[in-house]
Nanobody
Framework: QLQLVESGGGLVQPGGSLRLSCATSEFGLDYYNLGWFRQAPGKEREGLSCISARAGGTVYADSVKGRFTVSRDFVKRTVYLQMTNLKPEDAGVYYC??????????????????WGQGTQVNVSS
């Protein structure tokens, strides 16, 4: 089990921004595709975004396209999810996950093999 540590969650007002981080000290980011997922109470886990290992291509769910941006820092071995214009429906536990069986990343969670512990995001006035 690879160790992934999410951070950056918290409480933000609607329209606000947060930046989530997913850090690892165990592997280089160019070897694993990384995805961001969200689970709200009573709902199924939703794939939000991902970044591919080699080429750095990105994918976004329609629900976050134009508002969320995924990026990575190879030196810090950290992947970020910059979230802007947050809405109440963005609230939930956010997870990062990795896999290295596919060439390109996907926001389908059944591909992912190793998961972080999650960080809580609340959006409320």
């Amino acid at each position: 089990q690879l160790q992934l540590v999410e951070s950056g969650g918290g409480l933000v007002q609607p329209g606000g921004s947060l930046r989530l981080s997913c850090a690892t000290s165990e592997f280089g980011l160019d070897y694993y595709n990384l995805g961001w997922f969200r689970q709200a109470p009573g709902k199924e886990r939703e794939g939000l975004s991902c970044i591919s290992a080699r080429a750095g291509g990105t994918v976004y769910a329609d629900s976050v396209k134009g508002r969320f941006t995924v990026s990575r820092d190879f030196v810090k071995r950290t992947v970020y999810l910059q979230m802007t214009n947050l809405k109440p429906e963005d609230a939930g536990v956010y997870y990062c996950a990795v896999e290295n069986r596919y060439l390109d990343c996907s926001i389908y969670d059944d591909r992912y093999t190793d998961w972080g512990q999650g960080t809580q995001v609340n959006v409320s006035s």
